[in-house]
């Protein structure tokens, strides 16, 4: 039976890599889900900047957003880490802190919306992982990909465990198994796990440090022999691709490394075509892979 | 031989409440710190910079609040948790840091590229808000030119202005509505 999700889009998906939101609308259907649009949901707000900030004002944003789900009775579906981060951790604290709920209510009812804990926040790799498994989506798959992957999970999917379905944070596997079933290989990378370097407010205070973090990242990937990057969350995929463009205006290093969101790559292995999957927009060219493929 | 650095704290000079007070903000576990530096072996940013989280978390437990609050380094936190999940005392780091910085922003010690993005929040209701040139991507891949959220819809947006009015958030980041 078809599922219904409510599709949080965030920021950085709708209004910088649409072809990401694109590339989710067009596999839903092969993949039994449906996409019901979150209509005048805001920024998550974003965990690293706005909970640094205030945190009254950050639990009582995503609770307005966590309302406009409950109200169309549906599931959150989120393609962002920091999305995943803000919504997640925020149902987690209102569904368990009465004194902090009835505060968020109190916001609340000034734009007459009430918080009440009764739906789950996804994240689309732990959804696919756990809901449809590898085994159904390597049969899924009509287009092998025959590429060597660096797999970049991104800290906020994972990370804190207290938090998170998944509670591996050193050494997950899940993610590097989603790409083997799709013919593909991930293959092993230095500092595999090492934050992107946009998190926490970081690009924006001291682009300098978040840059040289991805520089450190991108470079044992480029060792490592890598055809792409592919990263479940729209926030890496900005930093890792977009990133790649200053590195080089910074520093005069161009890595040359494409860079897709893993509903992009699973789209190519169901065998959609790159149009339909939006993988033509990004700063580094990705022709490369499609060629391979 | 280089001389040891003789550096004086004076006693007065120093708030004893301070670690009690980031407790009270967020960073509860603070005073569980042995500094076995299980945070700063970890910290990507602290590869690169001066920043070291086991010093920031000691400092904060001596009292030099006014110090500890204005200091850049407490933004260079990219929030990647590894020092919580690692800290063998359960300190939670990563929120002492968050809380340390909601204090930062309270005592007026917020940066201005900061204060922009809690701007765009209020503005749009997205920290990054649509422009042109996506505008056209949209277009051009068949889907909206707007993303239905408080883009196409002002009511939602009225919605979020509201919200941050009654937490005060536009005072406390000196926020002017036009």
């Given at each position: 039976m078809t599922k219904p999700y409510a599709f949080f889009l965030g920021c950085m998906i709708p209004n910088r890599y649409p072809g990401i939101e694109l590339a989710m609308r067009n596999i839903a259907p092969t993949l039994d889900i449906e996409l019901r649009d979150m209509e005048g949901a805001s920024c998550c707000p974003a965990p690293g900047v706005f909970k640094s900030f205030d945190k009254s004002t950050?639990?009582?944003?995503?609770?307005?957003?966590?309302c406009i789900a409950e109200s169309m009775g549906c599931d959150i579906l989120t393609l962002c880490n920091g999305c995943y981060g803000t919504l997640k951790e925020a149902n987690e604290i209102l569904k368990t802190d009465s004194e902090q709920r009835d505060k968020v209510n109190t916001i609340l009812s000034e734009v007459k919306k009430e918080?009440?804990?009764?739906?789950?926040?996804?994240?689309?790799?732990?959804?696919?992982?756990?809901?449809i498994g590898?085994?159904?989506?390597?049969?899924?798959?009509?287009?092998?990909?025959?590429?060597?992957?660096?797999?970049?999970?991104?800290?906020?999917?994972l990370r804190p465990t207290?938090?998170?379905?998944?509670?591996?944070?050193?050494?997950?596997?899940?993610?590097?198994?989603?790409?083997?079933?799709?013919?593909?290989?991930?293959?092993?990378?230095?500092?595999?796990?090492?934050?992107?370097?946009?998190?926490?407010?970081v690009r924006t205070a001291a682009l300098d440090v978040s840059l040289d973090m991805a520089r450190e990242k991108l470079q044992n990937i480029k060792d490592a022999g890598a055809d792409l990057i592919v990263t479940p969350c729209g926030f890496c995929v900005f930093q890792l691709d977009r990133g790649q463009i200053e590195i080089k205006d910074k520093w005069g290093v161009f890595f040359n490394i494409p860079v897709l969101h893993y509903v992009q790559f699973l789209g190519l292995a169901l065998g959609l075509s790159p149009e339909k999957l939006g993988v033509y927009n990004n700063a580094v060219p990705t022709d490369s892979i499609i060629k391979k493929i | 031989m280089t001389e040891p650095q003789k550096k004086v704290?004076?006693?007065?000079?120093?708030?004893?409440?301070?670690?009690?007070?980031?407790?009270?903000?967020?960073?509860?576990?603070?005073?569980?710190?042995?500094?076995?530096?299980?945070?700063?072996?970890?910290?990507?940013?602290?590869?690169?910079?001066?920043?070291?989280?086991?010093?920031?978390?000691?400092?904060?437990?001596?009292?030099?609040?006014?110090?500890?609050?204005?200091?850049?380094?407490?933004?260079?936190c990219t929030t990647c948790y590894t020092c919580l999940e690692r800290c063998p005392r359960g300190v939670d780091p990563t929120d002492v840091i968050l809380a340390m910085r909601t204090m930062a922003v309270q005592s007026g010690h917020m940066l201005d590229r900061h204060k922009l993005v809690a701007s765009?929040?209020?503005?749009?209701?997205?920290?990054?808000?649509?422009?042109?040139?996506?505008?056209?991507?949209?277009?051009?891949?068949?889907?909206?030119?707007?993303?239905?959220?408080?883009?196409?819809?002002?009511?939602?947006?009225?919605?979020?202005?509201?919200?941050?009015?009654?937490?005060?958030?536009?005072?406390?980041?000196?926020?002017?509505?036009?």
């Open positions: 950050w639990l009582a944003l995503a609770a307005r957003n966590l918080y009440h804990g009764s739906i789950q926040v996804r994240h689309v790799a732990e959804m696919l992982y756990r809901d590898t085994d159904k989506l390597s049969n899924m798959i009509k287009k092998p990909l025959p590429l060597n992957v660096a797999v970049h999970y991104g800290c906020h999917l207290k938090y998170r379905e998944i509670k591996s944070s050193e050494r997950p596997r899940f993610l590097d198994e989603m790409v083997d079933a799709l013919g593909a290989k991930s293959i092993p990378y230095r500092d595999k796990m090492l934050c992107c370097g946009a998190g926490g407010g | 704290v004076k006693l007065e000079t120093l708030d004893p409440g301070f670690s009690e007070a980031i407790s009270k903000a967020g960073g509860e576990k603070i005073n569980l710190c042995i500094q076995c530096g299980t945070c700063t072996a970890s910290c990507p940013s602290g590869r690169r910079t001066a920043f070291r989280t086991r010093q920031l978390i000691r400092r904060a437990v001596l009292g030099l609040k006014e110090p500890v609050l204005s200091d850049k380094d407490l933004w260079l765009l929040v209020m503005k749009s209701g997205h920290a990054v808000p649509i422009d042109d040139t996506n505008r056209k991507t949209r277009t051009s891949l068949g889907l909206s030119e707007l993303p239905p959220t408080t883009h196409t819809h002002s009511d939602a947006l009225a919605e979020v202005q509201a919200v941050v009015k009654k937490t005060a958030f536009d005072k406390l980041v000196g926020y002017e509505w036009k």
